[in-house]
C-alpha cells in the first residue's frame, strides 16, 4: 500500500520538531548521565521515541 503523501511544509516543520525533541533530550542525557557515549545516548533516544511515538525519523 502506497504511504500518503506529506505536505512539504508540514514535513519540515515535523522534521524541526524530531531534532528539537532529539537535542533537548540529549542535553538532559548528558546532564543526568555524563558517562554515556554518545552511540549509547543516540540509541536510547531513538528507543525512546519509537516506544512513545513511533519512528519519527522516517518521516517523508
Do not use: C, F, W
Amino acid at each position: 500500500m502506497p504511504r500518503p503523501r506529506v505536505n512539504p511544509r508540514l514535513r519540515e516543520i515535523l522534521m524541526q520538531a524530531d531534532r528539537r525533541l532529539k537535542e533537548e533530550g540529549g542535553r538532559l542525557s548528558q546532564r543526568y548521565h555524563p558517562g554515556l557515549s554518545d552511540a549509547r545516548r543516540n540509541a536510547a533516544s531513538e528507543l525512546i521515541a519509537v516506544l512513545t511515538e513511533g519512528q519519527l525519523t522516517a518521516v517523508s
